[in-house]
């Protein structure tokens, strides 16, 4: 198979079909091992708490936080939704704040000079330490955590997407220059769609730091979501609860990533596509 | 150096593009570098002229003035009749890098300078396709630049240049990133479109034989600060086809724009000349 692989160009086209087989081998290896290994880990998992006698309170076994989640789906639910809002808002806000930032950082050099500086240093304060104040600024309610959770996930943003507009070819800009584009113009059907390879991974950064942001919240002051969930099933030593969180809020993760992917895709179709 | 005088290829008919006395300095921290010292130049309407030099010797920074990119800081340039201060709209250009954008077919990479015009798309597109079907690329309409070569992008490229009808040409080293055969084919593709879509060129190159294959005139441009050294015009009938350049003609014509430049840039470089020509060289190109 290796030796295959060396070969030229052309031999690469003709042995497309085979490459294609190929192709569709790794794929299902590409499925079956992360999965394979996955089951195991749970099967040893299983296995361990079974054979070992171990505490539930220390370690509850897979199957049984699959049971709780089956049968207690209403309370998890109830606290997966505003987890989930909440981190859905801070993102969104984060994404504005980080684009709009990036805009200003591409388009006004005084700005650039004046806050690029300040804002890696920002970054380089660990954040969660500031989370109580945020409490004390805003309240107890959705609001600290949202912006809290903004406070932590906008910075990716800022640097992905201002990365992502200083990346546009200067043969680009020039021929656009050449054929008397405005600036607008020249942002609007270059500078952005160059960008948004840039701006989704910063987003997709972003969207993990804001369910973090959410959860820390949560576990300060909440009287709901999984972060309130976990700490007070914690606190009763009640792990199966809070492992059973844990799960839900992966998925709610899972959930809230695939849609900034799905978003992705969409935008690519739609930039390839419009002629007008 | 003596200016010489410039050729006009229809006289009695008032130039298309006029360049007088234009000069270019850079000021850099160390000391103003002179891009241009004093360049003087007509182009015909219908002519193909080339700018031919090596790295740094200020050719394509002529073109960019040309093109209203650059200001000049000093002399003139004249366009239709009308100084050169902005770009504007009835100029087609290409540089060295295709430049399409990656996201977007053939077709509408071609299409672009219609949507930045503002002109209506739909009366556009059937010229499109037919300058896509005369660089061979029917069937490539619909493909990302990502799936075409070097040379298929290039000819996108110059379908782009050449989609709104611009009355003038200004093409920078365009073929200088693909490899030696596909450049020829290029040089051969380009004087085809040419005999169908009758354009004013003006072409910057290093490479000798191109200059001379594809040109009704040759600009030499060279020395330290850079000026016009020579101004040739090339003897061979149209169309041209590739067996010119196996004519005694087209060899000795080479020559003599070799010897030129070679003088212009002074005899075995010594060493503290040397040292400036990649220093300006840096700054200029």
Known sequence: MATTGVGTETGAVIAGSAAADRGGLSNLRS?????????????????????????????????????????RYDILLMHAIPTTLESAVGFILATLLGVALAIIITYSKVAREALYPNLVFFQLIPKIALAPLFIIWLGI????????????????????????????????????????????????????PSALPYIFSGMKIAITLAIIGVIIGEFITAQAGLGYLIIFATARADTEVSMAAIVVLCVCGLLLYGIVALGEWIANKFYAADTE | ??????????????????????????????????????????????EFVSLLGPSGCG????????AGLEAPTGGL?????????????????????????????ALDNVLFPIRILKLPMESYRQRARDLLAMVGLTDFENKKPSELSGGMRQRVAICRALIHDPEILLMDEPFSALDAITRDQM?????????????????????????????????????????????????FPRPRRFEIEETAEFTSVCRKLRLTIEEAHGHPPAASNASSASRGGGVIE
């Not at chain 1, 880990?41 to 699959?66: D, E, F, K, M, N």
């Not at chain 2, 294959?213 to 000026?227: E, I, K, Y």
């Open chain 1, 31 to 71: 499925i079956s091992l992360p999965l394979g290994l996955a089951f195991l880990v749970l099967a040893g998992w299983q296995l361990a708490v079974t054979i070992g006698h171990i505490a539930p309170v220390i370690l509850p076994s897979p199957i049984s936080i699959v049971r709780y989640i089956i049968d």
């Open chain 1, 141 to 192: 309610g959705s609001q600290s955590r949202i912006a809290f959770s903004v406070f932590i996930a906008f910075f990716p943003v800022v640097i992905a997407t201002t990365a992502g507009f200083m990346s546009v070819d200067r043969s680009m800009l020039r021929l656009c220059r050449a054929l008397t584009a405005s600036e607008w113009q020249i942002f609007t059907s270059v500078r952005f």
């Open chain 2, 1 to 46: 150096m003596p200016q010489p005088t410039n050729a006009t290829a229809a006289a009695g008919e008032s130039p298309l593009v006029s360049v007088s006395k234009v000069q270019k300095t850079y000021l850099t921290r160390q000391a103003p570098v002179h891009a241009v010292a004093s360049a003087s130049l007509d182009v015909a309407r219908g």
């Open chain 2, 59 to 66: 050719k394509s920074t002529l073109l960019m003035m040309i």
């Open chain 2, 77 to 105: 340039i004249t366009l239709a009749g009308s100084e050169v201060k902005k770009p504007r709209r009835d100029i087609g250009i290409i540089f060295q890098d295709a430049t399409l954008l990656p996201w977007k077919s």
């Open chain 2, 187 to 235: 040089n051969v593709a380009l004087s085809e479109i040419l005999e169908t879509y009758k354009k004013t060129v003006i072409f910057v190159t290093h490479s000798i034989r191109e200059a001379a294959f594809l040109s009704d005139r040759v600009v030499v441009m060279g020395g330290r600060p850079s000026t016009i050294v020579l101004d040739m015009k090339m003897p």
